[in-house]
């Protein structure tokens, strides 16, 4: 829906002394975040007929900072020049933080303080994407609620496990803004224009930027394993979510038939009817999901990562692995996560001979070749 607002409406704006914001840029930074956030401010300056917003572009030695596409961007000034601004007037009122510098380095010591120090003097702090682990090593996250990218997110929880990380769009906890990365960078940055300038404002910078949508905070990233499907009903997506918060124990039909208020057999429609095959089909497929991530982007033991994804052993965890991704889980996590999953059906063939024994369409099972059948039956686990 869009909003006009009358001139009147942006001459009562109080005239308040610009808020300076320091974006710290780390190699590796996502391009787009950063032109959101950018483009949010300068709109900002436009639709409210002053300098709402001035901001540096630092990093940890200043220069150039390449970006994840490539692109170099020059900042403005070194880490250590920054943090003189703290206690000077030219004090940032709002520390953005993208990408995050690299564990074993000086680099993350040095960004960490610097969060820190600025957090001591009541500086508001954020990030975007993969920049939100850098306010987690900080400390600055903990006991409180960050949204993580939903790639992310199984190995952000089993690292800080006094964070509470969500797969959502954005959060906003005690001045600390935190964000998945990508496009939710200007839904976060909209919702920052509001905090500080009012409602006015931020739809018209919607407006100037032809934003058909601006997403809430608390709304879901994605749905797994939905991209090819259409519009869902309603209660399967309830149900889909029930699954992902319960994926370390699994959840039985009749624990997902009482959630929903509907008979057994009218959950397995529902599922067969909006996504072609049966609740618990389903189930493990976003558990494998779960494992997949874990296996590319933690050091876990094979045995920990079946028993958090709700696999009764290791033997049942790899073969049930194999044979939805045709790879066993040692040699899925020996690939860049990339590559794992984009990896082609020729190099499968390649490295497991006998991969098409195992490969089964959606719906489908194979009961001689070790297949789990299809349908649940009451008190099995979905």
Request: glycine share 8%; hydrophobic share 45%; net charge positive.
């Amino acid at each position: 829906m869009v909003h006009q607002w009358s001139h009147r409406a942006w001459a009562s704006a109080s005239a308040i002394e610009p808020i300076t914001v320091a974006l710290y840029l780390a190699t590796g930074f996502e391009l787009l975040a950063v032109s959101s956030a950018l483009d949010v401010f300068r709109l900002t300056n436009k639709a409210a007929g002053r300098e709402a917003f001035r901001w540096r572009i630092v990093s940890q030695l200043g220069g150039a900072v390449k970006a994840s596409c490539g692109i170099a961007v020059t900042t403005e000034a070194d880490l250590a020049q920054e943090r003189r601004y703290l206690m000077q007037p030219e004090r940032p009122m709002l520390a953005l933080v993208f990408g995050d510098e690299d564990d074993d380095g000086r680099e993350t010591r040095v960004l960490s303080a610097w969060l820190r120090e600025c957090r001591q003097r009541r500086i508001g702090a954020g990030a975007f994407g993969n920049g939100v682990a850098a306010l987690a090593k900080a400390g600055l996250l903990n006991d409180r609620k960050c949204a993580v990218h939903w790639e992310a997110l199984p190995w952000f929880k089993e690292r800080f496990m006094r964070v509470e990380a969500a797969a959502t769009v954005y959060e906003v906890d005690n001045n600390i803004w935190s964000c998945a990365g990508g496009t939710a960078a200007f839904d976060m940055m909209i919702e920052l224009v509001k905090y500080h300038c009012g409602e006015p404002v931020a739809v018209s910078v919607a407006e100037l930027a032809v934003a058909g949508r601006v997403r809430m905070g608390d709304e879901r990233q994605r749905l797994p394993l939905l991209r090819q499907h259409g519009r869902l009903n309603p209660t399967v997506v309830k149900l889909i979510e029930l699954m992902q918060r319960n994926l370390a124990a699994p959840l039985t039909m009749a624990d997902l038939a009482a959630a929903a208020g509907l008979s057994r057999r009218q959950v397995e429609r529902l599922f067969r009817n909006n996504l072609g095959r049966s609740p618990c089909r389903y189930f493990r497929e976003l558990r494998l999901e779960h494992a997949k991530l874990l296996l590319a982007q933690s050091a876990m033991p094979v045995l920990e990562i079946a028993v958090s994804c709700g696999f009764v052993s290791a033997s049942h965890f790899s073969r049930c692995f194999r044979e939805a991704h045709q790879i066993a889980p040692h040699e899925a996590r020996n690939l860049l996560v990339g590559r794992f999953r984009g990896v082609s059906m020729h190099a499968l063939e390649q490295r497991t001979p006998r991969w098409n024994q195992f490969c089964f369409r959606d719906g489908e099972t194979n009961h001689a070749k070790g297949g789990e059948p299809d349908v649940v039956r009451s008190g099995d686990a979905a």
